[in-house]
Each structure stands twice: as structure tokens, then as C-alpha cells.
T-cell receptor, first 117, second 113 residues
Framework: DQQVKQNSPSLSVQEGRISILNCDYT??????FLWYKKYPAEGPTFLIS?????DKNEDGRFTVFLNKSAKHLSLHIVPSQPGDSAVYFC????????????????FGQGTILTVHP | NAGVTQTPKFRVLKTGQSMTLLCAQD?????MYWYRQDPGMGLRLIHY???????AKGEVPDGYNVSRLKKQNFLLGLESAAPSQTSVYFC????????????FGSGTQLSVL
């Protein structure tokens, strides 16, 4: 049962244009969402996060939007740069999971972003 | 500051062999995790630890064992390796149980023939 889904395995974008990566979730207990970026032969690194009390969070070229009613979030990268080419993972956690499960992350399958010069 | 260090980086095993993957963190983090990454499956949690001397099962714990004898180290063991355990393994840590971000190691590529 995939509770966090990234339905697009890959995305190709021209340098300077907008990249939009999408993520859907099914567990209504999730209330905190994160995006991680992963380069080949490296571990994932934290990119940006959003709490369910917000619908938007911005950090430089990166913006995450959350639509709770649709259980959908998206990551916008503007403008896209060749160095943004990587695998992007969406992740979610629940404050209400209780005990030691609190803060445990559930990841999506990942989307490979390729930004062409 | 090394962060999260995983050893080895690569390993090839024959079916039935055993091995231990080592994760070490120098950030004094309480929580540590082992994930595996497979194509089309994302990152799946194998086992985790909320402090020295504690361990708990994640989503896909079968065939693996873990130990956290020291706060800075989290070991993942495969007692009898199977081809289905061919994967990339990532260790991660965080300070506490809140929504703090995870810090990941660079991964171990394991192939079981």
C-alpha cells in the first residue's frame, strides 16, 4: 500500500523554465511533508518542507504547495538549472502516529528530473 | 564534520552469505534509520532506533537484524543473503522524534548473486 505516490517517474525541462514535480498521499494523518534531492552515488539531502497548517512555503527558487483537500503537494523550481538534475523524493510524516513512530518518514518512489541546457 | 558515514560502499555476496553494514554518525543524534532503495519503490524503512540500546521494525524488516550498542553506531545485518536483498541501503539520523530533517549517508550498493 503506497501511501505516498509520485506518479511521474521522470520529467525533462529546458534550462530557465519551470519544473513542477507532483506528489499525492492517501493517509489523512500525514501533517508534515518534505522534499529530498538525490544525486547519483550520494545520499538524499533535504530540500524544503511544509507543515499542514500552511499551503505554501518558499525558499529561493524552490516553492512547495500543499492542497490538503486533494491530498496533493507539488514542488516548483523556477528557474530550472542543469545542476537541479537529480532524483526528487517526496516524504510525509504524522504528528499523531504516537510513540516512537512520531516523525517517521514515508517516501514516494521518486521523480528523475533532467534539466537540459 | 563527517555527518553520517556508511561502510562498505559496495559489496557483492553469494546467496546464503552473511554480512554487516555499519553506520556511524558524529552529530550526537538520538534517532537512526536504515532504508533500502529499489527502482520504482522509493525508500522503504527496514529498521530504526530511537536511542542507544533500542531497535524497532520498519516496513520491510524480514531477513534483516539491527543493533545499536553505541549511540553513534547503527549496524544492519543480513544473516543469510538472498537475491531479493540486492538494493542500495541508506542509513539516516535525526536529533529527536520531531519533524527535524533526516541526514543520510552516501549509501551501500549491495548485490546478492
Amino acid at each position: 500500500d503506497q501511501q505516498v505516490k509520485q506518479n511521474s517517474p521522470s520529467l525533462s525541462v529546458q534550462e530557465g523554465r519551470i519544473s513542477i514535480l507532483n506528489c499525492d498521499y492517501t493517509n489523512s494523518m500525514f501533517d508534515y511533508f518534505l522534499w529530498y534531492k538525490k544525486y547519483p552515488a550520494e545520499g538524499p539531502t533535504f530540500l524544503i518542507s511544509i507543515s499542514s497548517i500552511k499551503d505554501k512555503n518558499e525558499d529561493g527558487r524552490f516553492t512547495v504547495f500543499l492542497n490538503k483537500s486533494a491530498k496533493h503537494l507539488s514542488l516548483h523550481i523556477v528557474p530550472s538549472q542543469p545542476g537541479d538534475s537529480a532524483v526528487y523524493f517526496c516524504a510525509a510524516s504524522s504528528s499523531n502516529a504516537g510513540g516512537t513512530s512520531y516523525g517517521k518518514l514515508t517516501f514516494g518512489q521518486g521523480t528523475i528530473l533532467t534539466v537540459h541546457p | 564534520n563527517a555527518g553520517v558515514t556508511q561502510t562498505p560502499k559496495f559489496r557483492v555476496l553469494k546467496t546464503g552469505q552473511s554480512m554487516t553494514l555499519l553506520c556511524a554518525q558524529d552529530m550526537n543524534h538520538e534517532y537512526m534509520y536504515w532504508y533500502r532503495q529499489d527502482p520504482g519503490m522509493g525508500l522503504r524503512l527496514i529498521h530504526y532506533s530511537v536511542g542507544e540500546g533500542t531497535t524497532a521494525k520498519g516496513e520491510v524488516p524480514d531477513g534483516y537484524n539491527v543493533s545499536r550498542l553505541k549511540k553513534q553506531n547503527f549496524l544492519l545485518g543480513l544473516e543469510s543473503a538472498a537475491p531479493s536483498q540486492t538494493s542500495v541501503y541508506f542509513c539516516a539520523s535525526r536529533m529527536d522524534r520531531g519533524h527535524g530533517k533526516l541526514f543520510f549517508g552516501s549509501g551501500t550498493q549491495l548485490s546478492v548473486l
